[in-house]
């Protein structure tokens, strides 16, 4: 059974940093297309960043261009998501998603991830 725990969140302020991390459990990683998404209150949630198996297909919502950077170790089955410069607006849980390597689905839509962890709050404040 998939498993995906997140990890890292806290409180930070206006312009520091923070990396979150997602340990999976129970299924293959590195035949899954893993992303962070994130929700605020009073808000739906929304993509931040993916990454497809070999690293080279990273994929980035254009609020995080340039400030978050997402990685993973398949050996340690873990993906992270490096966060600095980090904004008030980036206040938010973020969540770890999983869906199988393989799906056409569009990467950045909420609907086409199979898997997801408990999330883990970030707050910014100004």
């Known amino acids: 059974q998939v498993q995906l725990a997140e990890s890292g969140g806290g409180l930070v302020q206006a312009g520091g940093s923070l990396t979150l991390s997602c340990v999976d459990s129970?299924?293959?990683?590195?035949?899954?297309?893993m992303g962070w998404f994130r929700q605020a209150p009073g808000k739906e949630r929304e993509f931040v960043a993916a990454?497809?198996?070999?690293?080279?297909?990273?994929y980035y919502a254009d609020s995080v261009k340039g400030r978050f950077t997402i990685s993973r170790d398949n050996a340690k089955n873990t993906v992270s998501l490096q966060m600095s410069s980090l904004k008030p607006e980036d206040t938010a849980v973020y969540y770890c998603?999983?869906?199988?390597?393989?799906?056409?689905?569009?990467?950045?839509?909420?609907?086409?991830?199979?898997?997801w962890g408990q999330g883990t709050q970030v707050t910014v404040s100004s």
């Open positions: 998603a999983a869906r199988w390597i393989f799906s056409s689905q569009p990467i950045d839509v909420t609907g086409t991830y199979d898997y």
């Open positions: 129970g299924f293959t990683f590195n035949s899954y297309t």
């Open positions: 990454i497809r198996w070999n690293d080279l297909n990273t």
